[in-house]
């Protein structure tokens, strides 16, 4: 029987799902998926600059697990950036530590802890039309492809 697969520690879940190149248009590309994961752990070893011990330890997995997340992460990044393809972040097997409301309204984004209240207004523009960025992300809700000019 296979071991089941350890939840990873995920700070917040990410700002973005979806990058392409620049002038090609969505349906001509193919794409790359980066599990959440992976996202954090680019996040910690190259954003953050973190070294690999006290990333694994951020995310609770062993440091030969983060190896491997990072190896991977790093290779479809690379076949990305080299091929033309766009890059997708979905899936993979987390937790998240926070988490980040945005906005449909406005586009704001923002950070806090725990859940989020009923009453929750938009800092910046005051609307109640809100979506719980983590929550969606996990329970797999799936994203609407978002074409056109700036998206």
């Known amino acids: 029987m296979v071991k089941p697969r350890k939840k990873r520690n995920v700070l917040y879940p990410p700002r973005t799902l979806y990058f392409k190149p620049h002038g090609v248009p969505v349906n001509n590309l ?89 009453n929750l207004t938009c800092p910046n523009c005051s609307s109640t039309n809100l979506e719980d960025v983590g929550r969606s992300l996990i329970k797999g809700v799936p994203r609407r492809r978002r074409r056109g000019r700036n998206w």
Do not use: H
């Open 30 to 118: 193919q794409d790359v998926i980066i599990t959440i994961d992976e996202y954090e752990a680019v996040r910690l070893a190259d954003y953050k600059q973190l070294k690999q011990e006290e990333a694994a330890k951020k995310m609770n997995i062993s440091r030969p697990t983060f190896t491997r997340l990072i190896d991977s992460a790093r290779k479809k990044v690379a076949e990305a950036i080299i091929n033309g393809k766009a890059i997708r972040i979905e899936g993979g097997s987390f937790i998240f530590l926070r988490n980040r409301i945005r906005c449909l309204s406005c586009g704001n984004i923002w950070e806090m802890e725990g859940i989020p209240n009923p």
